[in-house]
């Protein structure tokens, strides 16, 4: 557990001293953003370091090369990118069967709506939630904690850890997100063990969920910045999460790679 414990107060420290710096310092715009793309990238930096500290160059190459699309596994890549959408998509009219009100949908053009969301995605991906985490938690932190307990123990770690991560951000909105960092740990623990432990499609859903999510809110004004709808999204998260444990198993069918 050292190398847990080790990888997740870097994760930290990263994460969180830059956003302290950018909260109570004053730094140009390219300095400033620099510091927030390391809060960002936080927990991937810490991954990093530590693939590099215990396995020297050849873990670290291990760990960059399970970044590669797994092109064996093209129809786990069609679920880590389109399960998010569809759970946005099944949000919005649960949404309006509890009571909530839609106001018409501000859709763009097709071909604009569609260029609009994969910039939003590539962006997500590339710097944000994909790339920024996912060498850390799935990376790193998912194969130590599966040496010593079974992967739904481990994914519950690594949730509650990345909802906490979260916190200087969201104060106490964290509770409410972690019931997604949880259940999507779950999902994540499920596509890595049964695809050799591959850290693209964790990447790709991670980007997706947050793209899509914040896709939704500009095209329909509505549910912007409100509170019920991403709750909404969430508990879906968790029942889909819930149906993997009881129905399937989150283990795999394969040793995933360590």
């Known amino acids: 557990m050292r190398r847990v ?3 997740l107060a870097l994760a930290f420290a990263i994460s969180w001293g830059a956003y302290a710096l950018r909260r ?3 730094f140009d715009p390219v300095a400033d953003e620099a510091l927030r793309l390391t809060v960002k ?14 396995g020297g160059k050849s873990g670290l190459l291990d760990l960059l090369r399970r970044l590669r699309p797994p092109i064996r596994h093209a129809r786990w890549v069609a679920i880590a990118f389109g399960l998010p959408i569809m759970i946005v998509l099944v949000a919005l009219p649960l949404r309006a ?9 501000a859709l763009p053009p097709l071909g604009q709506g569609l260029s609009a969301f994969m910039a939003l995605l590539a962006t997500r991906f590339f710097l944000g939630g994909g790339l920024g985490e996912e ?14 307990m079974d992967p739904l123990r481990a994914s519950l770690i690594i949730g509650v850890a990345h909802g906490a991560w979260h916190l200087p951000a969201y104060g106490a909105g964290v ?8 259940s999507g740990s779950i999902v994540f ?13 964790p990447a790709l859903m991670h980007a997706t969920a947050n793209a899509s999510l914040r896709f939704l809110e500009h095209v329909v004004p509505a549910v912007d910045g409100e509170l019920g709808f991403p709750m909404l999204v969430f508990l879906l998260w968790a029942a889909v999460a819930w149906l ?3 129905r399937q198993g989150i283990a795999g069918k394969k040793k995933p790679q360590e």
């Open 5 to 7: 414990w080790l990888y």
């Open 244 to 246: 993997l444990v009881t």
């Open 135 to 148: 060498l850390g938690w799935r990376g790193v932190m998912l194969p130590a904690l599966q040496q010593r």
């Open 97 to 105: 069967a509890i009571g909530g009100s839609i106001r018409p949908l």
């Open 41 to 54: 990238f936080g927990p991937s930096l810490a991954g990093v370091g530590i693939a590099a500290a215990y």
């Open 175 to 182: 509770l409410f997100l972690t019931l997604f960092t949880v």
């Open 24 to 26: 109570f310092g004053s």
């Open 189 to 201: 623990t499920w596509m890595y063990n049964n695809t050799e432990g591959n850290l693209f499609l």
